[in-house]
């Protein structure tokens, strides 16, 4: 069964930066489509970018386009998401998720059956 595992969140100030990590065991993240997902509090799951099992490609969010950035390491079994320009609105608990029913991957979150257990990010001044 894949495990999967977030960190890196934490707290930072508007305009700050955050890399979030999601690891993958025992399974390779090349053999998955990975999503990133967040959930702010009395608000809905919303995703925010995924890769590509096949090909490494990225798809982002309109809301976090030109801010966010989703990479692999698969030596190490590892997604991450490096996250600039914080704002207050991107604060919540973020999630990694796994699926390999789709070629490419969606940011839609019906798709995925594999969740982490989620990492906070807080954003204030």
């Known amino acids: 069964q894949l495990r999967l595992v977030e960190s890196g969140g934490g707290s930072v100030q508007p305009g700050g930066s955050l890399n979030l990590s999601c690891a993958a065991s025992?399974?390779?993240?090349?053999?998955?489509?990975i999503g990133w997902f967040r959930q702010a509090p009395g608000k809905e799951r919303e995703g925010v970018s995924c890769?590509?099992?096949?090909?490494?490609?990225?798809t982002y969010s309109d809301l976090v386009t030109g801010r966010f950035k989703i990479s692999r390491d698969i030596a190490k079994r590892t997604v991450y998401l490096q996250m600039n320009s914080l704002t207050p609105e991107d604060q919540g608990d973020y999630y990694c998720?796994?699926?390999?029913?789709?070629?490419?991957?969606?940011?839609?979150?019906?798709?995925?059956?594999?969740w982490g257990r989620g990492t906070q990010v807080t954003v204030a001044a």
């Open positions: 025992p399974f390779v993240v090349d053999y998955y489509n």
């Open positions: 998720a796994a699926e390999n029913k789709y070629l490419d991957c969606s940011i839609s979150a019906s798709r995925y059956r594999d």
């Open positions: 890769v590509s099992a096949n090909d490494g490609r990225a």
